[in-house]
């Protein structure tokens, strides 16, 4: 069974452009996670889609990003315009069920965004 | 993958000896408690969880201690190997809001020289 994939792996652009991450989640896992590590920080919560709703967006940082998963399968993350400190690891995760205990999160490795 | 902080504790161990990583948590009200490792140029992978109403889970050559008075969590590693070295975060179900809206550790280094 393939895991979690995103893709790219790293993205380096500069201040003012627009980028598009994307995440390929476990086949079958209605649940789907982005997080993401900036700085050398905490891992944080962006937001959570079951099949194509968002059912929690609270941790994204501002209108510049949007996240969408059509059709309820892959999603992208899109930053527009990205600033500086956008740059860092965004992680993607699925699970099956919605969870809250005892479901695990499978992680992708993540996509290094650099904005120069 | 990921470029590693530079100024995450780091707990070094030889190979053979056992080690404990600690972690504490600020929620009084999660449920919920995760260990993660993640190795450089991957994203995090389970190790071991555990719920509030337990104070102690065993899986393979893993221990992991849930206090709730103090807020503390920690991991014991049995017979460390050099496989094992990564950074090691601990996670809380902060909201209890039935899925998985982790808090994450900053995350602790662990080297295992041979």
């Known amino acids: 069974e393939a895991g979690v994939t995103q893709f790219p792996s790293h993205s380096v652009i500069e201040k003012g452009q627009t980028v598009t991450l994307r995440c390929d989640p476990i086949s079958g896992h209605d649940n789907l996670y982005w997080y993401r590590r900036v700085m050398g920080k905490e891992i944080k919560f962006l937001l959570h889609?079951?099949?194509?709703?968002?059912?929690?967006e609270s941790g994204m940082p501002n209108n510049r990003f949007l996240a969408e998963r059509t059709g309820g399968t892959y999603s992208t993350l899109k930053v527009q315009p990205a600033e500086l400190e956008d740059s860092g690891v965004y992680f993607c995760a699925s699970s099956r069920d919605p969870g809250g205990g005892g479901e695990k999160l499978f992680f992708g490795s993540g996509t290094q965004l650099s904005v120069l | 993958g990921e470029s590693v902080g530079l100024h995450l504790p780091t707990l070094s161990v030889q190979e053979g000896d056992n080690s404990i990583i600690n972690c504490a948590y600020s929620n009084s009200a999660s449920d919920y408690f995760i260990w993660y490792k993640q190795e450089s140029g991957k994203g995090p992978q389970f190790i071991i969880d555990i719920r509030s109403n337990m104070d102690k889970r065993q899986g393979q050559r893993v221990t992991v201690l849930l206090n709730k008075t103090v807020k503390h969590l920690s991991l014991q590693i049995a017979a460390t190997q050099p496989g094992d070295s990564a950074v090691y975060f601990c996670a809380e179900n902060g909201e209890n809001t039935g899925f998985q809206k982790l808090v994450f550790g900053t995350g602790t280094r662990l080297l295992v020289s041979p």
């Open positions: 889609f079951v099949k194509e709703s968002k059912q929690d």
